[in-house]
């Protein structure tokens, strides 16, 4: 439906629109059912892996989808896939700009991030914004990807990048999809205290890097080689060539954007945004891909007038 239709879908869902600062309302957590096989040119690949911490290297493959690889690495190593908190492509520190998204380039080499130290805080909330963005790893462990320098959290310093937030005052979130564990973050009252349970990843070869520099743009590149392994939320994983150095910009750009709105970093549903509005040739008809594409995310219209823009900055080269 046109952008100027859509409000009456918004209406429902305008007084509860806010998560972190001006962010749009979450949608429902995604069904249960089973992904389907992945197709049959990405079930024969096969990628290196490795423990973050330290372990010797395995091979996985026949993987559709982020929680199919926690899986197949889990097997790999003999423990349980709820031990993996994520996973950092080429490199075995938690670096955020190597974060595993939506694509793994051909040639990329897996690290799997596991559980390691546990520890508590409590919080005085004297802002209203905390100063944290939130992801997850698609198979129910949300953890911090970013530390906004000089907010409440940064001068927490026992809080840090890569931690897994497992329950907010008590109340477990390890199931919880990103922005539901970011609108709750929100919703905590000023002026009071407040308690987290962190586990932060296990630590092995060396000082790892606790806290973010402050960047906006990763540095790195989305993904390696001249093909890539998309993984996908609804569907079989595919083969595709590696995107565009304009499709990496929008995707960029689009994932800094649901930060701003939302309070989370999510390479793969910016990707999914970037593509529906591939060949869309005016912001309605880009609406109302991401309605049939997204369902009941139920994005504001100024937010999709913006990821609109920043898809046509990138095709004009202006980002």
Wanted: with cysteine.
């Amino acid at each position: 439906m046109p952008l100027g239709l859509r409000s009456k879908k918004k209406d429902r869902s305008r007084e509860t629109s806010k998560l972190v600062e001006s962010e749009a309302a979450a949608p429902a957590p995604p069904s249960a059912a089973a992904a389907p096989a992945p197709s049959a040119s990405a079930s024969r690949l096969q990628f290196h892996t490795q423990l973050a911490h330290g372990s010797p290297t395995g091979r996985v493959g026949g993987f559709g989808s982020a929680r199919e690889l926690y899986a197949k690495i889990a097997e790999a190593f003999g423990i349980d896939p709820a031990e993996i908190m994520f996973c950092t492509l080429n490199t075995h520190k938690v670096d955020m700009d190597k974060l595993l998204g939506a694509q793994i380039g051909l040639e990329d080499f897996i690290f799997a991030h596991i559980k390691g130290q546990r520890k508590e805080v409590e919080i005085l909330k004297t802002d209203d914004v905390l100063g944290l963005t939130i992801t997850d790893n698609g198979a129910g462990c949300p953890f911090i990807k970013r530390i906004k320098e000089g907010s409440l959290m940064d001068q927490t310093k026992i809080i840090c990048v890569g931690d897994h937030i497992e329950t907010i005052n008590g109340k477990n979130v390890s199931d919880c999809r990103h922005y539901e564990v970011a609108k709750m973050l929100k919703d905590l009252e000023k002026g009071r205290m407040f308690k987290l349970e962190l586990i932060e990843p296990m630590k092995a070869f060396e000082k790892l890097e606790p806290r973010s520099k402050g960047r906006t743009l990763p540095e790195a590149k989305i993904s390696r080689g001249r093909e890539t392994l998309r993984l996908r939320t609804k569907g079989p994983a595919t083969v595709e060539e590696m995107p565009t150095e304009v499709e990496e910009k929008a995707i960029k750009k689009v994932d800094e954007l649901l930060e701003t709105y939302m309070g989370i970093r999510d390479i793969e549903l910016a990707a999914t945004m970037v593509e529906a509005g591939r060949d869309k040739k005016n912001p309605d008809e880009f609406a109302v891909a991401l309605d049939e594409t997204l369902g009941d995310f139920a994005f504001p219209d100024e937010f999709v007038f913006d990821v609109w823009g920043a898809i046509g900055d990138a095709k004009q080269g202006r980002l």
